[in-house]
Nanobody
Framework: QVQLVESGGGLVQAGGSLRLSCAAS???????MGWFRQAPGKEREFVAG???????YNIDSVKGRFTISRDNTKNTVYLQMNSLKPEDTAVYYC????????????????WGQGTQVTVSS
């Protein structure tokens, strides 16, 4: 069983930065990890993922701005978000996938409660 707790969200001006953290209660060494986000009235969307070997992948709209990383010794995954835009405003969720990689919600078995990110213009 894996439990995930996100932190690091908040209110930031456009162009600013935030670093989200996702702390896991169980060992996530063999899990693929992902960050998703959900804006009001929209479906939850994939943002970035990282395999257990450290391969990263993300959506085009965050390329060059967001970086996902993981520290397996601390059972923690991070999302560094730079050059934030108002359209990045959403609740951000961390998730763990036993399949190791994926960009769809059904591929992830464990989810955190989410952390709010608000970017003002």
């Amino acid at each position: 069983q894996v439990q995930l707790v996100e932190s690091g969200g908040g209110l930031v001006q456009a162009g600013g930065s935030l670093r989200l953290s996702c702390a896991a209660s169980g060992r996530i060494f063999r899990y693929g990890m992902g960050w998703f986000r959900q804006a009001p009235g929209k479906e939850r969307e994939f943002v970035a993922g990282i395999t257990w070997t450290g391969t990263t992948y993300n959506i085009d709209s965050v390329k060059g701005r967001f970086t996902i990383s993981r520290d397996n010794t601390k059972n923690t995954v991070y999302l560094q978000m730079n050059s934030l835009k108002p359209e990045d405003t959403a609740v951000y969720y961390c998730a763990a996938s036993p399949t190791g990689r994926g960009d769809r919600t059904v591929q992830y078995d464990y989810w955190g409660q989410g952390t709010q990110v608000t970017v003002s213009s």
